[in-house]
């Protein structure tokens, strides 16, 4: 994780978002009689649909004692693009399914590749699919296709595997009144790695429920990272265009 800081910043900041014209969810009537099946059908019912998405996010960025905040663009474009653009467009990425890929006119520099440093970053195996959930608040792991039980405990709901899996250990905390995922944490015990995004607000857009203050807490051994972020302005559904082009001239990086 010793990497230039601008790097990181670029990856981290497309893993969430927020939004437009919104109201914030506060929790109501908690039901804790749901089964394990009728707690993973509900949260599925939850799931954002929309077709694009913009936004402004502000990001703070805390590492090693120092702080850095910064706002940026960020668009999407359901299951196929992310795309995000620092002012007068110094840093801009792209994430797709294939690849990802950004540029930085600060230091005339360019990355294209795989999910490999995203995945190093945050300890656990990435894809698109998967980043995407991360940002929609919606469970990184499919919570169809595997056993998973349930048990209340400080007032959510706790998911994990009927059986966990050897190298690391998921669980899911979810809120007992709309059953969005409040806490997802991945741990590594043999490594001493761990994950833990927590979504600390919600709000509905357009009959849309979706993260409004997310906090991710990445620790590598005795090496911690932390993330906040703010999403404002957000709008859905329109059409969008996501310009990336490489300048000519600039140097690769191989991470």
């Known amino acids: 994780m010793h990497r230039p800081t601008y790097i990181i910043f670029t990856l981290v900041t497309l893993l969430m978002f927020s939004c437009k014209s919104s109201k ?12 394990t099946r009728q707690l993973i059908n509900e949260n599925a019912k939850q799931a954002a649909r929309f077709k694009t998405l913009q936004a402004k996010l502000k990001i703070s960025y805390f590492q090693d004692q120092k702080e850095q905040t910064h706002a940026v663009s960020f668009r999407a474009k359901r299951d196929e693009v992310l795309w995000i653009s620092a002012t007068f467009s110094v840093i801009r ?38 980043v995407q959930n991360l940002l929609l608040g919606e469970a990184l792991f499919n919570l169809k296709e595997e056993a998973y039980k349930s048990s209340v405990d400080n007032g959510v709901y706790v998911l994990q595997p009927k059986k966990q899996r050897e190298l690391f250990e998921i669980f899911f ?3 007992p009144s709309y059953f969005k995922v409040k806490s997802q944490q ?14 600390l607000a919600y709000q509905e857009v357009n009959g849309q429920t979706l993260p409004l203050h997310t906090k991710i807490i990445a620790v590598d051994a005795n090496e911690e990272t932390i993330i906040k972020l703010e999403f404002k302005n957000v709008s859905l559904n329109e059409d969008l265009r996501f310009p990336f082009k490489i300048p000519s001239g600039f140097k690769e990086i191989k991470l």
């Open 93 to 130: 990425a792209k994430v797709t399914p294939e690849k990802v890929s950004f540029y930085n006119k600060l230091d005339n520099t360019y990355f294209e590749g795989d999910y490999e440093y995203l995945s190093d970053l945050l300890g656990t195996e990435l894809d698109f699919k998967k």
């Open 24 to 35: 914030t969810i506060s929790t109501g009537e908690a039901n804790y009689d749901l089964s």
């Open 186 to 199: 991945i741990s590594q015990p043999k490594t001493f790695r761990h994950l833990q995004i927590d979504y």
């Open 173 to 175: 905390l979810l809120d």
